[in-house]
């Protein structure tokens, strides 16, 4: 069955902004660990987040944590996923977990021409027939799964610290990222941005944030319309 993309964020550090803000705190002041929190105004936390992200002293930020619970991608995704290595990952197990019934992610650009969407669907199929008669003969979990494709879902819960979140949005929300992934990228942002907004209003591509371009020839093209429209927004 044809699956659809789901991020829910499932717990945090309470506070997220604070917390972060109160580290930055100590590292430029005299204070005790009970005055790191109390006397720091609304107004406090966003200014020492701005200096901190502005500065790129953001160590300060691997205090907060954020876990989510992710459904609805391809095996193909979370294998870019998990190159993001400062972070903690508890994946569901095609050992463990019987793929009789997988779910599949099926490419736009597949399913928008009907005899090739035909065809990929006739080998998700195949796949699935072979699966089960491998399984129903005796073969083990992880040996039937050599026959998995790329396509099969995976659920997969996710621990990112803020920096190595900001990191990662500002790879992989770029256009040239894989179209999957920078979902699954701008979905997450989304939560993020719910529960830490002076977090992550600095977050997405170089080219947005930081008017640069690490792309090189393989440039999308957007710095240039960014950069040309940003004046005419000051006006």
């Known amino acids: 069955m044809e699956t659809k993309l789901n991020v829910v964020l499932l717990s945090h550090t309470p506070d997220p902004e604070r917390a972060c803000a109160s580290a930055a705190r100590q590292c430029y002041s005299d204070v005790g660990v009970k005055e790191l929190k109390e006397k720091m105004s609304d107004q406090q936390v966003k200014a020492l987040l701005d200096q901190v992200i502005l500065s790129g002293h953001t160590s300060t930020l691997e205090h907060a944590n954020f876990t989510f619970g992710i459904e609805g991608i391809s095996r193909a995704c979370s294998h870019q996923l998990v190159r993001h290595r400062i972070a903690s990952y508890s994946q569901q197990s095609q050992r463990y977990v019987n793929a009789k019934n997988f779910n599949y992610i099926l490419p736009q650009s597949i399913a928008s021409n009907p005899e090739l969407k035909k065809k990929f669907e006739a080998f998700i199929d195949t796949a699935a027939k072979a699966y089960i008669e491998l399984s129903d003969s005796g073969i083990s979990n992880e040996d039937a799964r050599f ?41 997450m942002l989304e939560e993020c941005k719910r529960v830490a907004p002076d977090i992550f209003k600095y977050a ?26 940003r004046p005419a927004a000051g006006q």
């Open 147 to 187: 026959v998995l494709p790329n396509a099969c879902e995976t659920k997969v819960v996710v621990t990112m610290n803020a920096r190595a979140l900001l990191n990662f949005f500002k790879e992989r929300t770029c256009v040239r990222a894989q179209w999957e992934i920078r979902a699954l990228a701008l979905k």
């Open 204 to 229: 997405g591509p170089s080219c947005e944030t930081e008017l640069i371009c690490r792309q090189g020839k393989r440039s999308c093209g957007r710095l240039k319309l960014i950069k040309e429209a």
